[in-house]
T-cell receptor, first 116, second 116 residues
Framework: AQKITQTQPGMFVQEKEAVTLDCTYDTSDPSYGLFWYKQPSSGEMIFLIYQGSYDQQNATEGRYSLNFQKARKSANLVISASQLGDSAMYFCAMRGFQGGSEKLVFGKGMKLTVNP | DAGVTQSPTHLIKTRGQHVTLRCSPISGHKSVSWYQQVLGQGPQFIFQYYEKEERGRGNFPDRFSARQFPNYSSELNVNALLLGDSALYLC???????????????FGPGTRLTVL
């Protein structure tokens, strides 16, 4: 079974500063994928970044980068130059399989607040 | 291109009633997954449908059922509603599940169900 742990309930950061959101995972599968999603108050889950377990380099997407440390089973999200619009809930997720289905296993999330 | 759409946006029901939630996937996507997100938690996998067949289900009681239509839209049905069913119900579509690698699930805005 897959498990995602996000222990930070909330974080505050000043606009234009960088922030790291922690995520640790557990799985017995040799091949897996890790995702980060952003959920604003409107409720929609917005995909941010993906890291495959066999990817040689850490994933980057614009201001988002993923600090992937396989031996430590961590996949922290780094947001550079925070913007007010980054205030939202952030969820780390892992692709899992149940029976014949493919599903996402999510952590509890953490709330990021960007202050002006 | 239109994203994943869900209806209704909000719904209020009383205990014991039945509810039907609807989801239209992105054009060309043949897989639809349903997730339940209780307040303060990450989304939990309920069902995945692919090519009109159930591929798998999460740990939810038989009161929860779903189906997928020939146009790949989907309905989630919940019978005998309980107070604990109050949640945001998210639908996600993907083009071709189970192929491994990066397979993004695109989420809709969700239906917020309140059971009184």
């Amino acid at each position: 079974a897959q498990k995602i742990t996000q222990t930070q309930p909330g974080m505050f950061v000043q606009e234009k500063e960088a922030v790291t959101l922690d995520c640790t995972y557990d799985t017995s599968d040799p091949s897996y994928g890790l995702f980060w999603y952003k959920q604003p108050s409107s409720g929609e889950m917005i995909f941010l970044i993906y890291q495959g377990s066999y990817d040689q380099q850490n994933a980057t997407e614009g201001r988002y980068s993923l600090n992937f440390q396989k031996a430590r089973k961590s996949a922290n999200l780094v947001i550079s130059a925070s913007q007010l619009g980054d205030s939202a809930m952030y969820f780390c997720a892992m692709r899992g399989f149940q029976g014949g289905s493919e599903k996402l296993v999510f952590g509890k999330g953490m709330k990021l607040t960007v202050n002006p | 291109d239109a994203g994943v759409t869900q209806s209704p946006t909000h719904l209020i029901k009383t205990r014991g009633q039945h509810v039907t939630l609807r989801c239209s996937p992105i054009s060309g996507h043949k897989s639809v997954s349903w997730y339940q997100q209780v307040l303060g938690q990450g989304p939990q996998f309920i069902f995945q449908y692919y090519e009109k067949e159930e591929r798998g289900r999460g740990n939810f009681p038989d009161r929860f059922s779903a189906r997928q239509f020939p146009n790949y839209s989907s309905e989630l049905n919940v019978n005998a509603l309980l107070l604990g069913d109050s949640a945001l119900y998210l639908c996600a579509s993907s083009p071709n599940p189970g192929t491994g690698g990066f397979n993004e699930q695109f989420f809709g805005p969700g239906t917020r169900l309140t059971v009184l």
